[in-house]
């Protein structure tokens, strides 16, 4: 039987964050909006006390056998990983509703943490998570991009060459979520992909934990963003960085070139990581098409349902049309997740989730300030934000075009040599 409802512990949970979204999310959402790379600081120690418990859970489910390991699933829906992704998208969908740019200041392994759980080993996973179990607030980042490599991640120049006891890098990364707080701020870490052998294309691509205070490393530049203006991102250079033999994060070694295991390795992160920008995005949405229907009620207009489509109005057909859109991209959300923690390969539901949430929440934020007209264009609201805040799901972790190449690929079992 297929069923749609989400298990009590995910509802409740759901309940707790949405209050937390009211109560401290909400009402500073335009305050740091306006003062970009001001740090929420209230917001993050309060979220930091439930990343280190579930962090500390996800470091406990490692040294389980496969037989507790399945005994704590049945009762506690946590999956080998920790949180189980259905959860995570829930509760992202709900702190992106409070805000979608206090949501990426979270503390936590974050991305960087997905590309450690993807290719690292138990005790790599060990060695960088202990550290977001304890003490103050703590960032994982992720640095892929660079100035000539974005959608083609596989045209990354920086470069890793092996030293003895040492990997030194070399190379500038643009765009690093949190990459101030990982490199700079906190005793953090972020990883970094890089070549080993560019001869060898896809399969010399590594990726490499690099931690805070590592001489080399230089935050250079924060950027001035059009939304989620809460949230760093930062241009990160390496100059001759010098970090310790095991902090490649999985085998250094080079496949023949055309196979692309390694790189494989590395993009398995996002078929974790889509699905909960994808939550983040419909957590926007829905907090657009929320306010829409409340101004209404407060003009008398409710907008009704199960009637003849000729008998709609316009604005009815509007908020059918953002609705249906909204709960497709969440279904297809969810079951990315699904997929995901039962351990099944998820690359084509992944992107189709955040090809079809970007592109439908984009759109519902711009349809919602034009149904609003100047109440969604003042700043006496926050729809003129959400609506600045939701194109960088369609942007980052792939951008809409390119999660719809994926689905095509996979649709068409075309290779990327064949579709490109
Ligand atoms: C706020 C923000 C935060 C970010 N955070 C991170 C981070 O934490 N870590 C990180 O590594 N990066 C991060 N990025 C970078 C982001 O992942 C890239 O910007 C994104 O992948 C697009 O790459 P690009 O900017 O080089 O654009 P391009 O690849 O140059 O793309 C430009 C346009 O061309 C389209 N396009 C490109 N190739 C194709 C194709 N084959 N077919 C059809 N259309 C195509 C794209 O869809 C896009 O519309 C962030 C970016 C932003 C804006």
Known sequence: MIDFELPEQIVAAQKETHELAVKHMRPVARDYDEREHEKPWDYINLIWEDVKKEVAAQLQALEQTDAERAEAKKKSLARAGGQPMILTAVLSEERAWGDAG?????????????????????????????????????????????????????????????????????????????????????????????????????????????????????????????????????????????????????????????????????????????????????????????????????????????ISPYQMTAVEKEIHNMEANLKAARLLTWRACCMLDRRERNSLEASMAKAKAGF???????????????????????????????????????????NMLIVARNVLGFGRDKLK
């Open 102 to 306: 206090l949501n990426l200041c979270n503390p936590g392994p974050r991305l960087g943490g997905a590309a450690v759980n993807a290719v690292g080993t138990p005790e790599q996973k060990r060695r960088f998570f202990k550290p977001f179990t304890e003490g103050t607030p703590k960032w994982g980042a992720m640095a892929i991009t660079e100035a000539n490599a974005g959608s083609d991640t596989a045209a990354i120049t920086a470069s890793a060459v092996r030293d003895g006891d040492s990997w030194v890098l070399n190379g500038e990364k643009i765009f690093v979520t949190s990459g101030k707080m990982a490199c700079q701020e906190s005793d953090g870490w972020v990883v970094v992909w890089a070549t080993i052998d560019k001869s060898a294309g896809r399969a010399g691509i590594k990726s490499f934990v690099v931690e805070k205070g590592t001489p080399g490393m230089t935050v250079t530049k924060l950027e001035n963003k059009l939304g989620i203006r809460a949230s760093d991102t930062a241009t990160v250079v390496f100059e001759d960085c010098r970090i310790p033999i095991d902090n490649i994060l999985g085998s250094p070694e080079v496949q023949q070139r055309g196979t692309t295991k390694g790189f494989k390795g590395v993009m398995a992160t996002f078929d974790a990581t889509r699905p909960g920008i994808a939550a983040s995005a419909i957590g926007i949405g829905r907090a657009a098409l929320e306010f829409v229907k409340e101004k209404l009620a407060e003009k008398g207009i409710e907008v009704r349902y199960g």
């Open 360 to 402: 439908a929440v984009t759109n519902i934020c711009q349809k919602a300030v034009e149904l609003m007209g100047p109440l969604g264009y003042s700043r006496e609201y926050l729809l003129e934000k959400w609506m600045r805040d939701c194109k960088i799901n369609d942007i980052f972790e792939g951008t809409g075009q390119i």
